[in-house]
């Protein structure tokens, strides 16, 4: 098999177990606080990929990638905005919204970095950017209003959204900052630092754990969450992107939503209103138009660190 097949086999693993997070949070969730749940998933997903990361890449790049003060103080900045930021604010979010719903307003996390990435950087984006920003924001007004007709609270749509320029903002930033060159690394760094503020976020605000309530369900909910939808979707994509194009890569950003739709309608018998899924519709259209940028398969680096792709960071990596 040869490695481009891989990497097909590997995006599809990516499309399908990432947008399938968003079920197992909305069934984790039902017994499980959404806070505490995070940070256990992260903390311990970090503990695992930290060690490995650690491993990787050759003896001289090891030597020069040994992870310092500033290092650890940007993933810890990084792990508050996306996993913590991003992530922990969806699971609260989605105690009280259908799991489709809260993947068509993360999926509009290629907006925010955007938005965030022409600031940051004093350019505005190009034309074709404009325009598809525009249908993005139409898009979300339309969610939004959906959920004013009572399909859904308006107040975790707009918590969710929230969470999506954290993670957006947070994207842009990180190219930016001094973080470890091996991909392996970089991810367990980011995924503790993020689980450790989320636990602290439970215990600030004082959630608690009825252990007599909590199902089976939710259980292996979170136990999908650290394994397939931590340690291999993030392992996966982190290979596709030393194969395919970044653009390539990039196209789970408007896939995920359609699964988790999908999977939502499919297994717990969600719905959503007409209005939410016309909005859904506009955003993942929009979503299109900014990832879909050419790019020659071959630029692919020769080295183990973290290729720079078009998409600084996974958007919306739940």
Sequence with gaps: ?????????????????????????????????????????????????????????SAQLRASDRPGRKQWATMLLLGAMLPAGGNGVVSWAEVRLPSGLAALLIGTVPLWIVLADSLLSRRAPARRQWVALLVGMVGIGVLSAGGTSGAAPIGPI????????????????????????????????????????????????????????ISAESVWALVYLIGPGSL???????????VLPATTAATYAYVNPVVAVFLGVWLIGESLSATELIGGAIVVLAVVGLVSRGRSVDERPETDELPAPDMPEPAAAV
């Design 1 to 57: 098999m040869s490695a481009r097949t891989k990497a097909w086999l590997a995006l599809l693993v990516v499309w399908i177990v990432w947008g399938s997070t968003y079920l197992a949070i909305r069934v984790g969730v039902r017994t499980l606080p959404p806070f505490a749940m995070a940070g256990v998933r992260y903390t311990v997903a970090g503990l695992i990929l930290l060690p490995i990361g650690l491993a990787t890449g």
């Design 232 to 242: 291999l979707a993030m392992t996966c994509y982190l290979y596709v992107l030393t």
């Design 158 to 213: 707009f918590v969710a959204l929230l969470a999506a320029l954290s993670w957006g903002i947070g994207s842009a930033l990180a190219p930016r900052l001094p973080v470890p060159k091996r991909p392996l690394l970089l991810s367990g760094m980011e995924l503790f630092c993020g689980g450790i503020v989320l636990l602290i976020v439970a215990l600030v605000t004082r959630e608690h754990v009825h252990w007599h309530a």
